[in-house]
């Protein structure tokens, strides 16, 4: 970057070279876009981003999807008042941080069960914390997941053994994920976003003592990773009168293959993740066994299967 700035400037292209802060992009009329699906009876087909300013005026539209998002997140967290955060920081390393509301438009669930607007678009919120106020020394917080050559690998993979494939989403992920609680660990305090103060669904002294991960913390994604591994390795699947086990793959950790407990033939299946969405192939009766094991450890979204007229994406 910085070669390349000196070198426009000695072809004169631009006097004072400067960076810039690249914001998300966000769709404008979102509002209009729906009532426009809503009238012609074309679901939408594609996610859509969304501006915060742009909730603000409309914001009664979204109070279910925020206080579902709240009823998710507060698995996580201890609910404290502001007094009670100059007691922590007498005998504990205490980081404050602001928090946001990340907001979507999605295409509906696709099941039918759906009604009135729901069944043209489903409008999501999402709390995250703003971790990039956290400080700087936070150890190693690097977590890998599949690559797309390994999807492309899998996908080929299972339509030469002519398996079947289905996806599923652990549902709130981080927040599954304990904080290490031990002396010296650091505890972090959540300042909630003004719209749950808006709504009434936060109290304007409310602040939130995480016990668990949290989407936007720095460290979550490493952590749930961890969290998520040890969990499928411990996993036995039962099925068709015998058990079957996940082992993880060395080139590629992010994959998985499910043999049957003591075997030593061909993989029966196979399991590739990404951070919370978790592809399954295999057999159709094992990637139901495989779906159910996982459903009984975390909660996640309906087993969703790929089929020639039913395409399927991840959430």
Not at 44 to 64: A, Q
Not at 79 to 104: A, C, F, G, M
Not at 256 to 273: D, F, K, N, R, S
Request: hydrophobic content about 40%; glycine content about 8%; overall charge negative.
């Amino acid at each position: 970057m910085e070669d390349n700035v000196e070198y426009w400037t000695l072809l004169g292209l631009y006097e004072h070279p400067r960076l810039a802060k690249l914001e998300p992009e966000y769709t404008e009329g979102i509002e209009d876009i729906i009532e426009q699906a809503i009238h012609s009876g074309a679901p939408l087909r594609h996610t859509y981003n969304v501006s915060p300013k742009d909730t603000k005026p409309v914001i009664e539209k979204w109070r279910p999807a925020i206080a579902k998002e709240v009823a998710v997140v507060e698995k996580g967290f201890k609910r404290i008042k502001i007094q009670d955060v100059s007691s922590l920081k007498e005998n504990h390393i205490v980081q404050e941080l602001p928090s946001k509301l990340v907001y979507t438009i999605k295409p509906p669930a696709g099941d039918g069960l759906a009604e009135g607007e729901q069944s043209f678009c489903k409008r999501k919120a999402r709390i995250v914390c703003c971790g990039n106020y956290a400080a700087d020394d936070q150890g190693e917080l690097y977590a890998g997941g599949a690559a797309a050559e390994s999807l492309r690998c899998s996908l080929t993979y299972t339509a030469r053994r002519r398996w079947r494939a289905g996806i599923l989403d652990i549902t709130g992920a981080f927040m599954l994920t304990p904080l290490p609680q031990g002396f010296g660990e650091v505890i972090y305090i959540i300042r909630p976003p003004a719209a749950l103060v808006q709504l009434g669904l936060a109290h304007p002294d409310e602040r939130w003592q995480l016990t668990h991960g949290m989407y936007g913390l720095r460290q979550s994604p490493k952590l749930w990773s961890s969290f998520r591994d040890q969990k499928l390795k411990a996993m036995v699947i039962s099925a068709e009168g015998n058990e079957w086990v996940l082992k993880q793959g060395k080139a590629e950790p992010s994959m998985w293959m499910i043999y049957e407990a003591g075997g030593t033939q061909e993989p029966e299946g196979l399991v590739l993740v990404y951070v919370d969405d978790i592809l399954v192939c295999g057999p159709l009766w094992l990637v139901r066994a495989v779906s159910a094991a996982i459903k009984t450890t975390w909660k996640a979204s309906d087993l969703e299967m790929l089929e020639y007229d039913h395409e399927i994406r991840s959430s």
